[in-house]
């Protein structure tokens, strides 16, 4: 029994030793170069979806966890990201002007994701028309 116990705890400590050693994004490559830092908001669900989970926490964690495994860009931690939002204000994320995230949060970009409400019609033909007819003359 107790070697049993043993063994199971044996195998958890090396499953357990795979996983990323680190949660933090390190600003240096290993050739001692900076990384480029990124600013990474939470996603905003603006879709009214009635979900029992938070999918704008999956899909952030998601993201994050992609560009951690990458290790190609340095990723503020996502406390101090929302911290540095909750100080700005009412300051429109998707307006023309820039000026107000110049330097956000000690980054050189920074990204915002929204989720917004989308449906699916099946196709009908003669129904929906192309934006840009194929045989327009070419404008540009």
Not at 72 to 82: A, F, I, R
Request: negative net charge; proline residues 7%; aromatic residues 12%.
């Amino acid at each position: 029994m107790i070697a049993r116990a043993l063994c199971l705890c044996f195998v958890m400590l090396v499953v357990a030793s795979c996983g990323p050693r680190y949660v933090e994004f390190y600003p240096y490559t290993d050739e001692g170069s900076m990384k480029p830092r990124v600013a990474l908001s939470s996603v905003v669900d603006s879709s009214k979806g009635k979900l029992p989970w938070s999918v704008s926490e999956e899909i952030t964690e998601g993201i994050r966890y992609q560009l951690c495994c990458e290790g190609k860009l340095y990723l503020p931690d996502q406390e101090e990201v929302d911290s540095c939002l909750a100080s700005m204000g009412n300051v429109d994320r998707f307006g023309i002007d820039l000026m107000p995230w110049k330097g956000f949060c000690n980054t050189d970009y920074v990204v915002f994701i929204d989720i917004f409400e989308r449906k699916e019609e099946p196709y009908e033909k003669g129904k929906y028309y192309p934006i840009f007819p194929v045989n327009a003359p070419h404008t540009g």
